[in-house]
């Protein structure tokens, strides 16, 4: 089989895989130098979060991640403000797939050179976002790296978090649950959010400029490159509370295929129907000549959040999310054997 088309654009997410795993075992080791009370970790690396003990019936959760790429969308076009709240939402996100609640965030900045401007602009983006995960970015570091981040004009920089949220260990959600005839809800993404955009700046800019207005769109490229993943707290935390989850998936790298995590190599699949995809997913298929699976495997497809749970509260889960402006649908269930399907076609 040659290289994938995300393979060719400088992502091998086949070897990424491998490293992820090599990472997880050698790290693994050093669990054993906690094993029991305050501090001692309560899940493998390797969920959405990890998960340490806090005593009594309280677990903490950690996660960290960054906004990639598209931190050159941002630069080429000399807008800010936006990917502050693509940093919170990638860590905060993955917080709630455990079934806890983010309370506090660091944030980590790396600039090419001191730059007042682009700070101001970047702290915009970081506050709108903690204040709708209500989550405060209680600390953090900023380096100037000018030997090892090289931007565009001169504006380089690289922004990551980190965050931790709390959960009860009865509430804790990890897919152990999750049983066949399960239906699977997605909750609808504001677009590409913050993954693949190595492959779809590629793609995207090679017939047209950011600031071209692309038909279906109704606006520049640019301004749908820079759109700012959605933040899933305030749905997510109101489900916990109002129906009972099985499972929940942040969609973001490596798209649908994350999901098979969520049941530890258990034989289950997730049997998932064809989404109808904002225009920019159309577009991408089209002009980077991607198949479904590639598709399915790198991009979100308009879905952000995933929700399993059993058939007989779907609906309630559906009007819990319309409640607080949350688009949701039904978009699967559970399946005997292994893998994960859009429509008959296996994507992992």
């Known amino acids: 089989m040659g290289k994938s088309a995300y393979a060719k654009a400088g992502v ?94 660091l944030d980590y900045l790396a600039l090419e050179r001191e730059d007042d401007q682009l700070v101001k602009e970047i702290m915009k983006g970081l506050v709108a976002g903690a204040e709708e995960a209500s989550a405060p970015i209680v600390g953090g570091e900023t380096a100037i790296l000018g030997e090892m981040i090289k931007g565009i004009r001169g504006h380089g920089f690289d922004l990551a978090s980190m965050g931790v949220g709390v959960v009860k260990k009865e509430r804790v959600v990890d897919g152990s649950t999750i049983g066949t005839g399960d239906v699977i809800i997605g909750l609808r993404s504001s677009g590409l959010h913050s993954n693949g955009y190595t492959l779809a700046r590629q793609i995207l800019t090679k017939k047209h400029s950011l600031k071209d207005f692309i038909p279906g769109l109704d606006r520049t490229l640019g301004d749908e490159l820079l759109t700012p993943t959605r933040i899933y707290v305030r749905p997510a935390l109101r489900l916990l509370k109002k129906v009972e989850i099985h499972g929940l998936a942040h969609i973001t790298g490596g798209a649908f295929t994350k999901l098979e995590r969520l049941v530890g190599g258990r034989n289950l699949s997730f049997e998932l129907e064809r989404v ?73």
């Open 12 to 105: 091998d997410v086949g070897k990424v895989r491998d490293i992820q795993r090599f990472m997880a075992l050698a790290l693994g080791k050093t669990f054993r130098t906690r094993t029991t009370g305050v501090g001692a970790p309560l899940i493998k690396i390797g969920h959405y979060s990890g998960m340490i003990d806090l005593g009594g019936d309280i677990a903490l959760t950690l996660h960290t991640d960054g906004v990639g790429t598209k931190v050159l969308v941002a630069q080429a076009l000399e807008k800010y403000d936006t990917v502050g709240i693509d940093c919170v939402a990638m860590t905060v996100n993955d917080l709630v797939c455990l079934g806890s609640e983010p309370i506090a965030l």
């Open 276 to 348: 109808e995809p904002p225009p920019v997913f159309d577009m991408l298929a089209k002009e980077g000549k991607l198949s479904s699976r590639e598709m399915y495997s790198t991009f979100n497809m308009g879905v952000g959040l995933c929700v399993i749970l059993s058939p007989s509260q779907a609906e309630e889960a559906i009007v819990v999310c319309k409640r607080d402006g949350f688009e949701a649908t039904a978009i699967g269930r559970i399946g005997r054997g292994r893998g994960v399907y859009v429509g008959k076609e296996r994507i992992a």
